[in-house]
Structure formats: structure tokens, C-alpha cells
T-cell receptor
């Protein structure tokens, strides 16, 4: 399995501001994934981040709103830009190993 | 065709009983079916997974049953315990030649009462 950490674990932010979420993995992985989980809901894939290339965004998610960096094989960041209350969610990073897909503990974001 | 339908939405089971969560899919390209367990305030944790070459997989008190012809799979939790109280997600993906996008079910909130 994977040891995945995220920072911050939670935050309360003002409307119109931006928050950058960090994800650190204990071993190198080619692909990292960012998911959103709205309260009481399932997981929705935001984007796939490969080291050395642009992230691939899913339908409904755009780079200007959710810019992603992937500077090396163990680290990625997701920025939630120009936040609105609708962005209040849990944001999860995830990696895939041969044994399966694993998720970080999540960042609980509340936008007021 | 990419949907994975999960039921029930919530489930209350007595301690020691059997919890059963069902999922159905339409995409015949799906060939990897994991289940995730999520406790409040935590990320989903991979619990158990099955591929369609077997009809059942058991790990401890957790069993996946798979019916390829019906395109259905289910999670059985035997001797359910209060510590099993969590939200469970089924998922499915095609898994030919590397990572493929995973489709998640809508989740089942399980409560095991003493």
C-alpha cells in the first residue's frame, strides 16, 4: 500500500481567495490523481497529474480553476482558485500501485 | 454506460449480523471491481477487490460475490461489528494495459448497532 499525506487537513477560506493543497507520497509514482468528494457524496475525479506533463482534466473541471503542479514523482499540489461556497468539499489525492488505488486522508475545505 | 449503481444508500445491521451491499454495472469492459471503506474524516481505504475470472473472493469477514452474466457484484460483511460502521463504495474499471479510470458507486452508509 501507499503512505499518502496531505496538507492542510482542513481549512476555512473566504470567498474569492485561493488555497493550495499539497500531496506527498512515500514512494515514486507515475500518475497522481485529484478527487473531490462533496458532503455525503461519492468521489469525482478532477484531474490526472503526470510528472513532466500537463495535467489532464475531467469534464467540468478546468485548469484556471484547479491548477495542478507535479514537480517530481512523489509530490503534487492542487490549487482551488477564486473559491466560492460551492467549492466546499473534501479534496483527495490518490495514487495507483500494482496492488490497487490508494487515497490520502483528504483536505476538508469550507468556503464562507 | 459508465455508471455503477449501488444499493442500499444506507443500512443498519445488528452486531453479529451480515451486511450486504449490492452494485450493478453496464459497461462490459469493466474487469476490476474494488471496494472501499471510508470512515468519517478519512480517505477511502481499499478493502478488497475482485476480477471477473472468479465468482467469489474472501478476506477475513469480507467477501465479494461476483455474477458476470448479471453484471452484478456484492460485498458481504460477516459477523458485522460496530467498528465496521463506515461508508462503503464499490467501484469498477477496465484494467487492460495499465491504469484506467475508476468509476465509483454512490456509497452505502453502514451502521452496526450493538
Amino acid at each position: 500500500s501507499a503512505v499518502i499525506s496531505q496538507k492542510p487537513s482542513r481549512d476555512i477560506c473566504q470567498r474569492g481567495t485561493s488555497l493550495t493543497i499539497q500531496c506527498q507520497v512515500d514512494s515514486q509514482v507515475t500518475m497522481m490523481f485529484w478527487y473531490r468528494q462533496q458532503p455525503g457524496q461519492s468521489l469525482t475525479l478532477i484531474a490526472t497529474a503526470n510528472q513532466g506533463s500537463e495535467a489532464t482534466y475531467e469534464s467540468g473541471f478546468v485548469i484556471d480553476k484547479f491548477p495542478i503542479s507535479r514537480p517530481n514523482l512523489t509530490f503534487s499540489t492542487l490549487t482551488v482558485s477564486n473559491m466560492s461556497p460551492e467549492d466546499s468539499s473534501i479534496y483527495l489525492c490518490s495514487v495507483v500501485y500494482a496492488t490497487g488505488q490508494y487515497f490520502g486522508p483528504g483536505t476538508r475545505l469550507t468556503v464562507t | 454506460q459508465q455508471q455503477v449503481k449501488q444499493s442500499p444508500q444506507s443500512l443498519i445491521v445488528q452486531k453479529g449480523g451480515i451486511s450486504i451491499i449490492n452494485c450493478a454495472y453496464e459497461n462490459t469492459a469493466f474487469d476490476y471491481f474494488p471496494w472501499y471503506q471510508q470512515f468519517p474524516g478519512k480517505g477511502p481505504a481499499l478493502l478488497i477487490a475482485i476480477r471477473p475470472d472468479v465468482s467469489e473472493k474472501k478476506e477475513g469477514r469480507f467477501t465479494i460475490s461476483f455474477n458476470k452474466s448479471a453484471k452484478q457484484f456484492s460485498l458481504h460483511i460477516m459477523d458485522s461489528q460496530p467498528g465496521d460502521s463506515a461508508t462503503y463504495f464499490c467501484a469498477a474499471s477496465p484494467n487492460s494495459g495499465g491504469y484506467q479510470k475508476v468509476t465509483f458507486g454512490t456509497g452505502t452508509k453502514l451502521q452496526v448497532i450493538p
